[in-house]
């Protein structure tokens, strides 16, 4: 399950993004409202925990933004406790649930979990393609009676790979969402890390394998999804 977290207190925000990434959460992380709003628009994210007091652009103006766009991805807000106007607002604009600040880690978790339960994201802690499947708590990746430990980004690529099956992940998609730039350096990377992969898929005896379309992207292969 994928969550955008859009906060601007950069140790707040990376303190949520290290609590969800111990859940098992793959999660990316803005910090004005404007960079929260394209990276909302650019990926399918399972839910968005979005601050209301945002620079650049406020929390409840990316929220009706989006709304408008028709992307009804769960929106949890975050507001401070003398903002209960901005509260009730956001509920007008789309929002799904909010939780004031400061919130406790227990209370943050359980609200994910309801939302998307009502939305009905579903919460798979295993995605799979034909033989292998991802340990989203354990970071393994799994075949049969076999496991391999994968890096954060071997990972985070695995899962992109796997939740699009026979469905081509483009170069750029792992340079944004991997990486978060656009360096032509880590185009390269992207090679390197997918060799990672293949080695590992080819270690486990994996009947997948990550197929190179030239010049576009990599998708799966020998699955039966
Ligand atoms: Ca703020």
New binding site residues.
């Given amino acids: 399950m994928r969550i955008l977290v859009v ?3 950069i140790g707040l925000a990376e303190a949520i993004c290290a609590i969800l990434r111990r859940e098992g959460y793959f999660v990316d992380m803005a910090n004005d409202g404007k960079s929260g709003l394209e990276k909302a628009l650019s990926s399918n994210f399972d839910c968005i925990i979005l ?5 650049k652009m406020n ?1 409840l103006d990316v929220l009706t933004f989006l709304r408008v766009k028709e992307i009804e991805t769960p929106v949890l807000l ?1 507001t ?1 406790k003398s903002e209960v106007d901005d509260k009730i607002k956001g509920l007008d604009c789309g929002a799904d649930d909010y939780l004031t600040k400061p919130f406790v880690t227990g209370e943050l978790l359980a609200r994910i979990r309801a939302m998307t339960r009502r939305i009905g994201v579903s919460v798979e802690l295993t995605p799979k393609f034909g033989d292998i499947s991802l340990d989203m708590k354990k970071g393994e990746l799994m075949c049969g009676a076999n496991s391999v430990i994968l890096g954060r980004k071997e990972f985070q690529m695995m899962e992109m790979l796997v939740s699009n099956g026979t469905s081509i992940v483009t170069k750029e998609d792992f340079v944004t969402k991997v990486w978060g730039t656009g360096d032509d350096s880590d185009y390269n990377n992207v090679e390197v890390y997918i060799s990672f992969l293949r080695k590992k898929l080819s270690m486990l005896h994996s009947k997948v394998s990550i197929k190179t379309r030239r010049g576009i992207g990599y998708c799966l292969e020998g699955g039966t999804k």
Avoid: R
């Fill in positions: 906060e601007d207190e601050d209301i007091m945002l620079p929390g975050l401070a």
